[in-house]
């Protein structure tokens, strides 16, 4: 119980962090918060790591873009740092790299919360209704957000799904 504790209250730390960077919280910020930490979970290392870098695929427009200040608060990879880049794509998702190591995985959303999100946001709900959604983003497995996470070990070319 304790160690989901501190992990709610990393996220939380994290969270707040994102917000004060991009302004305002809401679920696209929220779901770019998520990616960004399922990234350095998988990879095994902390926010900041400068072997780090991020790509980014993802409609650029608001609010989906959003998901960019989320993982660059995440993540510590930014386009200042020129860790982060982002690639126009109609599907959203990362691809993290461990320079170093040779490593990188592929963290892809889940189409149908986007969809969730959109038709929500449409609504043009109240801003308390939409930092609600948010965190209803922030405590969702990831089973529910992600569609899938492969890995590719970039010196051997093996993919593993």
């Not at 979970?41 to 400068?50: I, M, P």
């Not at 990362?94 to 919360?113: K, M, T």
């Not at 209803?136 to 070990?153: H, P, Y």
Request: hydrophobic share 40%; with cysteine; aromatic share 6%.
């Amino acid at each position: 119980m304790g160690t989901r504790k501190h992990v709610k209250s990393d996220l939380k730390s994290v969270l707040q962090a994102a917000t004060s960077l991009h302004g305002h919280f809401g679920p696209f910020l929220t779901l770019g918060v998520r990616t960004g930490l399922v990234g350095l979970q998988e990879l095994k290392v902390k926010q900041g790591d400068a072997r780090l870098s991020t790509i980014v695929m993802l409609e650029y427009v608001v609010p989906i873009s959003c998901i960019l200040d989320g993982i660059q608060t995440s993540t510590g990879c930014t386009v200042g740092n020129t860790r982060l880049t982002w690639k126009e794509s109609r599907e959203i998702g990362a691809i993290f790299e461990l320079g170093s190591a040779q490593r990188r995985i592929e963290v892809w959303v889940n189409p149908a919360v986007v969809q969730e999100l959109k038709r929500k946001l449409a609504e043009q709900p109240p801003d308390e209704e939409i930092r609600q959604i948010g965190w209803d983003i922030a405590f969702r497995t990831d089973a529910e957000l992600f569609l899938s996470k492969r890995w590719v070990n970039v010196l051997n070319l093996q993919c593993v799904m």
